[in-house]
Nanobody, 122 residues
Framework: QVQLVESGGGLVQAGGSLRLSCAASGRTFSNYARGWFRQAPGKEREFVAAISWSGGSTYYADSVKGRFTISRDNAKNTVYLQMNSLKPEDTAVYYC???????????????WGQGTQVTVSS
C-alpha cells in the first residue's frame, strides 16, 4: 500500500519557521517528482512547491518564493518543505504529493498525503 505521510505541522507565530516532512512508503519515489500543496479554510487547494526526481529543478508559487524551500532525500524516500518568514495567510492544511514528472506533480499528482495543519498566528 502506497502512503505519503506528512509531519512537522503546528502552531507558530508570524515571522517564525517550520519544517514539514513527507515520508513515503509502499514503493520508492526516487524517480518521481514531489510536491507540496495547501488548502486554507473556504479556499481551493493550491500549489506551493515542487521538485524534480533528481532535486536539480524546483518550482515555487509566487506567494512563497524566497521564503519556502523544497528539498528531498531519495535515500530516505522523503521530501521536505522549509518554511521561513511565515505569515498568517500561510495558514492551511499542507499536503504532499508525487507525480511522474515535474509538470505532472504540479498539475495532477498521482499520489497524495493526508495533510498536516499549519497555523500562523499574528
Amino acid at each position: 500500500q502506497v502512503q505519503l505521510v506528512e509531519s512537522g505541522g503546528g502552531l507558530v507565530q508570524a515571522g517564525g519557521s517550520l519544517r514539514l516532512s513527507c515520508a513515503a512508503s509502499g514503493r520508492t519515489f526516487s524517480n518521481y517528482a514531489r510536491g507540496w500543496f495547501r488548502q486554507a479554510p473556504g479556499k481551493e487547494r493550491e500549489f506551493v512547491a515542487a521538485i524534480s526526481w533528481s532535486g536539480g529543478s524546483t518550482y515555487y508559487a509566487d506567494s512563497v518564493k524566497g521564503r519556502f524551500t523544497i528539498s528531498r532525500d531519495n535515500a530516505k524516500n522523503t521530501v521536505y518543505l522549509q518554511m521561513n518568514s511565515l505569515k498568517p495567510e500561510d495558514t492551511a492544511v499542507y499536503y504532499c504529493a508525487a507525480g511522474g514528472e515535474l509538470r505532472t506533480v504540479v498539475a495532477r499528482p498521482d499520489y497524495w498525503g493526508q495533510g498536516t495543519q499549519v497555523t500562523v498566528s499574528s
